[in-house]
């Protein structure tokens, strides 16, 4: 079936750690890509977006994703995180083909940055 | 500026009975997208609308799941006969075109007693 694939239910790292969260898709053809956080007690924010070109994009509060077509993999990374990135991270894929709109998620990666 | 609204925050109600949800999106968004997030997973797809039609009702999981957009700008998912198994947070979004990055509410909590 296809899906969106988060490997990292929960990971946690010390203040100025880098971090890199896995995404992989199955879907074929044509997608969009994205990454949105939660914060606690708040909506999904959008982080950045992939829709064609620089497969490198880079998105609010240094984070920024690589898209690797041929891995289906779109990871997210930070060089250094802070204890306010303690939040819910959720890949999301929309696949263009077939005239779909809708975002298809990944479970979530619960990121707790310990002070 | 104005984010997208849902209203009531939490609901609790139930089993068997009805219950309507209420997204106002943004201002001047044509699409708007219902999802539905259980506890530990992501957000689900139920229904896309594209302007008051509804373009994909796919991801509505039975016919007790409707959901209407009648002026193209506020909509309302209605559960009729809702099951413990409904419980959960039913997320809006809205997009100012189809295909463009969603801007989301912060949700409806359900429980269904």
């Known amino acids: 079936a296809q899906s969106v694939s988060q490997h990292n239910h929960h990971v946690i790292l010390s203040e100025a750690a880098s971090l890199e969260l896995g995404c992989n898709y199955s879907y074929g053809g044509t997608v969009n890509l994205f990454w949105y956080v939660q914060y606690p007690g708040q909506h999904l924010q959008l982080l950045l977006k992939?829709?064609?070109?620089?497969?490198l994009v880079k998105g609010i509060k240094g984070f920024e994703a690589e898209f690797i077509k041929s891995k289906f993999s779109f990871n997210l990374r930070k060089p250094s995180v802070q204890w306010s990135d303690t939040a819910e991270y959720f890949c999301a894929v929309n696949p263009l083909t077939g005239g779909a709109n809708n975002l298809f998620f990944g479970t979530g990666t619960r990121l707790t940055v310990i002070p | 500026g104005a984010g997208v609204s849902q209203t009531p925050s939490n609901k609790v109600t139930e089993k068997g009975k009805y219950v309507e949800l209420r997204c106002d999106p943004i201002s001047g968004h044509t699409a708007l997208y219902w999802y539905r997030q259980s506890l530990g997973q992501g957000p689900e797809f139920l229904i896309y609308f594209q302007g008051t039609g509804a373009a994909d009702d796919s991801g509505l999981p039975n016919d007790r799941f409707f959901a209407v957009r009648p002026e193209g700008s506020v909509s309302t998912l209605k559960i009729q006969r809702t099951e413990r198994g409904d419980s959960a947070v039913y997320l809006c979004?809205?997009?100012?075109?189809?295909?463009?990055?969603?801007?989301f509410g912060d949700g409806t909590r359900l429980s269904i007693l």
């Open positions: 992939y829709f064609s070109g620089d497969p």
């Open positions: 979004a809205s997009s100012l075109v189809a295909g463009q990055p969603q801007h």
